[in-house]
């Protein structure tokens, strides 16, 4: 440690220089001072780069704000697009996964969720495939086979409802064609039979893991058709801005006197002239075939042209069944009096409602006329199907479908029942297609004791499904043996089968067999604020309306307009229908 004189000879020392050392000294302060300046400007520099850096970044995110990124977009579109739908974070999380999500166009969002629940649908045909390879229980297998089948009809109508999407031009369109919406509302029905179908089994095995792969499918499904549903909703909420004129395909083919426009001119001809088959079903043997579904399994499969096969009079008893290969295809019969294909399969007697049917339509553009289809296994036994459809633009002339319980069951798709006679007990009309009966006669038969009739059951069970129930000036009567006993059972128009239940009931003629409630609950208060039943200019004792049920989806209406959406030429279209010189109407009068 220095003392403190040391220190300050130190000091004082240090103050004291000679020249040269000064010269050093100088040049050494000067190269300090340089440095110091040096110092200073880069700081400067750094600082003003600094400044600019920032705000830039702050240019770049007010500007994100003012004009969105792709991704930005993008992820505003997709959030947009789900917002309509029933799953929204399913459909997120779903359009999110697809491959280049991020650049998605909200037009493409549109295809895409189809797109994505068309391959789970591939991806769970084959999964279910072996899983039914795997279950032991017979009845469980069948449930699982079936819904096989109804997941195989599901990837079709997925996969054409992509195509269509594909060609949807905004500049032109508002919306998709109708075929889009009709396919779709198809395929979730399909999803549901299968699930209700496993509901209807005992054995738990696969079934926990059946049911995760349809729910899954049937959210992803429903998805796309809210979607499909609310394009102009969407393209507004998105501020796309394309005409309001909505052009539908059917607007290019108008029906005329009502027929809906899938029957071409060629089929109508066929139903008012005599027919030519390609090929003749008799008993007798006199014909090329003795069974009817011996031709249909000669039928051509993808048929693009109608194939006739003509059925000579005569009880067939067999089950006829037009698999989905089988398309455009004619069973003509010599009357629906004289031409009988008749079973008696039933749930009562060990078989599932699905199979009980006597005739399975399943292929696209499907026509019967002079036929009768019916199920004899009596009131005893429960649901007994007399024809199962499932056939798209199907077409029903001139026929009587008789059974029971669950008589007709309109499974899906696009269907016109023309001069027809229909009847049974319990539920008879049932299913989920957008079905118009039009000029028919619907007749309630004596029920079993304790039981009412009800003459629909409406299966709709998504708001955006385009099915429903529409009679249209037809006749609502009973048989004689009912009409004995019409203080004793009672008959209703129909009860909710499902959530969104849809019937309307227009310009018909009501007996008094009616119940003057009219309609009957399914359970409890189950569906009464969701469904939709209408009532419009009917006459009859069974009209009367002063004593309605009161549910809050329940109406009698006077708005033509209203009643216009359910009417042959608005509510299954008329592209499938061509002029022909049948007589028939489009709209709410004849």
Avoid at 211 to 216: G, K, L, P, Q
Avoid at 258 to 281: C, E, H, K, M, Y
Wanted: charged fraction near 20%.
């Amino acid at each position: 440690m220095h003392s403190l004189s040391e220190e300050m000879h130190s000091f004082k020392g240090y103050g004291k220089v000679d020249a040269l050392h000064q010269e050093k000294l100088v040049a050494r302060k000067k190269s300090r001072r340089r440095i110091i300046i040096i110092g200073i400007t880069c700081l400067v520099l750094i600082a003003i780069i600094v400044s600019v850096a920032v705000a830039v970044v702050r240019s770049k995110s007010s500007s994100k704000d003012e004009e969105p990124t792709e991704m930005q977009t993008s992820s505003k579109a997709m959030t947009a697009v789900c917002s309509v739908t029933v799953y929204k974070e399913k459909c997120i999380s779903s359009l999110s996964s697809y491959n280049g999500s991020s650049k998605l166009s909200p037009k493409d969002l549109f295809n895409i969720a189809v797109v994505v629940a068309m391959r789970e649908a591939q991806n769970a045909l084959s999964v279910v495939s072996n899983l039914t390879e795997q279950i032991t229980d017979p009845e469980q297998k069948q449930a699982f086979k079936d819904c096989g089948e109804l997941i195989d009809q599901t990837v079709d109508q997925l996969n054409s409802s992509s195509d269509d999407l594909k060609n949807f031009n905004l500049k032109s369109l508002t919306e998709p064609s109708s075929d889009v919406r009709t396919w779709l509302s198809a395929a979730l029905t399909n999803l549901v039979t299968c699930v209700d179908g496993l509901s209807n089994t005992t054995s738990s095995q696969g079934k926990d893991q059946m049911h995760s792969i349809v729910d899954n499918l049937s959210e992803l499904t429903s998805n796309s058709l809210a979607i499909v549903s609310n394009v102009a909703k969407l393209l507004k909420k998105l501020k796309i801005s394309f005409p309001t004129r909505r052009l539908l395909m059917d607007d290019f083919n108008p029906a005329e006197n009502g027929f809906p426009g899938w029957v071409s001119a060629t089929d109508r001809r066929l139903l008012q002239t005599d027919i030519v088959p390609n090929v003749i079903v008799a008993k007798d043997g006199t014909g090329n075939y003795k069974t009817i579904q011996e031709a249909v399994d000669a039928a051509p499969t993808k048929n693009e042209t109608r194939f006739i096969i003509m059925v000579k009079q005569g009880i067939y008893q067999e089950t006829v069944e037009v698999s989905k290969a089988k398309t455009m295809l004619m069973i003509v019969g010599d009357g629906m009096d004289k031409t009988i294909i008749t079973g008696d399969k039933s749930f009562g007697t060990g078989t599932k409602t699905f199979h009980t049917a006597t005739l399975i339509a399943v292929g696209k553009g499907f026509i019967a006329q002079d036929i009768q289809i019916r199920n004899t296994a009596g009131a005893s036994n429960h649901q007994a199907v007399a024809a199962r459809v499932g056939s798209d633009e199907s077409l029903f002339v001139k026929c009587n479908i008789s059974a029971y319980q669950d008589t007709l069951y309109a499974h899906s798709l696009r269907q016109f029942y023309r001069d027809c006679y229909i009847s049974g007990t319990v539920d008879f009309i049932f299913g989920n297609a957008a079905v118009v009966f039009q000029n028919c006669i619907i007749a309630a038969r004596l029920p079993d004791p304790n039981q009412k009739n009800t003459i629909t059951a409406q299966g709709r069970t998504d708001p955006n499904q385009n099915t429903g129930i529409s009679i249209q000036n037809c006749n609502i009567t009973g048989e004689a043996d009912l009409f004995a006993a019409k203080d004793t059972f009672a008959t209703y128009l129909g009860r909710p089968w499902k959530l969104y239940s849809r019937t309307v009931i227009m310009t018909s003629h009501m007996d008094d067999i009616i119940n003057p409630a009219g309609w009957l609950e399914w359970n409890g208060d189950f569906a009464l604020e969701t469904l939709y039943y209408v009532e419009y200019q009917n006459t009859g004792a069974g009209a009367a309306l002063d004593r309605r049920v009161t549910w809050p989806g329940f109406k009698n209406t006077t708005d033509a307009n209203e009643m216009a959406k359910f009417t042959v030429e608005s509510f299954i279209g008329t592209s499938w229908l061509q002029a022909t010189k049948v007589t028939f109407f489009s709209g709410l009068t004849a």
